[in-house]
């Protein structure tokens, strides 16, 4: 079994990855586009993830991009979750 990080720790990585891409999560949930339980096992996969290490130093160099980086395991929930608030915008 992996070792997983802190749950704050990761849940700010998730809200930040979020803000790079894009991605209003917060928002998304609001809105029914995200459910609670996705949210946590969105969280949960960071916590899991083993690049999280590298995440802070790859977001601390990168303001806005177009989507999360491939060895992120959430990408395809926030690519999913930013077509669905271009949609609705």
């Known amino acids: 079994m992996p070792h997983l ?8 990585l998730v809200l930040r990855m979020g ?9 998304a949930y609001r809105k029914g586009h995200l459910k609670q339980e996705e949210w ?8 899991g993830c083993s690049w999280a290490k590298d995440c802070p130093e790859w977001l601390e160099r990168r303001e806005q991009v ?24």
Do not use: W
Request: charged share 20%.
């Open 5 to 12: 990080g802190e749950i704050m720790t990761h849940l700010r």
């Open 19 to 27: 803000q790079a891409t894009g991605t209003d999560l917060a928002a």
């Open 40 to 47: 946590a096992e969105i969280v949960q996969q960071c916590r």
């Open 66 to 89: 177009e989507q999360a980086p491939s060895t992120c395991p959430n990408r395809k929930y926030f690519a999913a979750l930013k077509t669905k608030q271009v949609e609705n915008a």
